[in-house]
């Protein structure tokens, strides 16, 4: 079976400082990996995903992240965050073959500070 | 575009009754998925729907919880006799079908309190 961990359950950053959220997961499959946002009061929104090809992967608001397989990691960074950029982050993994469902890790709450 | 929505949006019940929580997935889409955020945890897959079809179940935690999906359009998810660790919020979500890697799209989910 597959899980994801992403170890920080909080992190707190100031303004216009760089930021990285780290994702790892362990599947014994070839996987599809993902980050979503959950803002307050909110549904989740896709920010990226790795399908394949490039492991560098560009998103939504700024944010990149890198799929690295030997360290089977997908951690989540972006340059310069902004006070809006507070909220709850989410990695996922889904399986090749899987039917689409996908393992989500505990979430990440950024927290930016001024 | 209408997103997925969900209703209601809070539903706070008394522990041994049954609640019915509603998913309406975008238009199109013919998969759909129940997710479960309790307060410290990640999400929790449930069940999802193909069509009308539900080909995996396999993380209804008991026998109390069911859901059907009518018409391959909305969904409603059922717990019968509610225990106070089924509080959580429930996210439902749709794609365009189960190939993956089809990107799902939440709705704002339930939030069930059972006292």
């Known amino acids: 079976a597959q899980s994801v961990t992403q170890l920080d359950s909080q992190v707190p950053v100031f303004e216009e400082a760089p930021v990285e959220l780290r994702c790892n997961y362990s599947?014994?499959?070839?996987?599809?990996l993902f980050w979503y946002v959950q803002y307050p009061n909110q549904g989740l929104q896709l920010l990226l995903k790795?399908?394949?090809?490039?492991?560098l992967v560009k998103g939504i608001n700024g944010f990149e992240a890198e799929f690295n397989k030997s360290q089977t990691s997908f951690h989540l960074r972006k340059p310069s965050v902004h006070i809006s950029d507070t909220a709850e982050y989410f990695c996922?993994?889904?399986?090749?073959?899987?039917?689409?469902?996908?393992?989500f890790g505990t979430g990440t709450q950024l927290k930016v500070e001024l | 575009g209408a997103g997925v929505s969900q209703s209601p949006s809070n539903k706070v019940t008394e522990k041994g009754k049954d609640v019915e929580l509603r998913c309406d997935p975008i238009?199109?889409?013919?998969?759909l998925y129940w997710y479960r955020q309790s307060l410290g945890q990640g999400l929790e897959f449930l069940i999802y729907?193909?069509?009308?079809?539900?080909?995996?179940k396999s993380g209804l935690p008991s026998d109390r919880f069911s859901a059907e999906r009518t018409g391959g359009s909305v969904s409603t998810l059922t717990i019968q006799r509610t225990q106070q660790e089924d509080s959580a919020v429930y996210l439902c979500?749709?794609?365009?079908?189960?190939?993956?890697?089809?990107?799902?799209?939440f709705g704002p989910g339930t939030r069930l309190t059972v006292l």
């Open positions: 599947s014994s499959v070839s996987v599809y």
């Open positions: 238009s199109g889409h013919t998969a």
């Open positions: 790795y399908l394949s090809g490039s492991t």
């Open positions: 729907f193909q069509g009308n079809s539900a080909p995996d």
């Open positions: 996922a993994v889904g399986l090749t073959g899987g039917g689409n469902k996908l393992t």
């Open positions: 979500a749709s794609s365009l079908g189960t190939s993956d890697p089809n990107e799902q799209f």
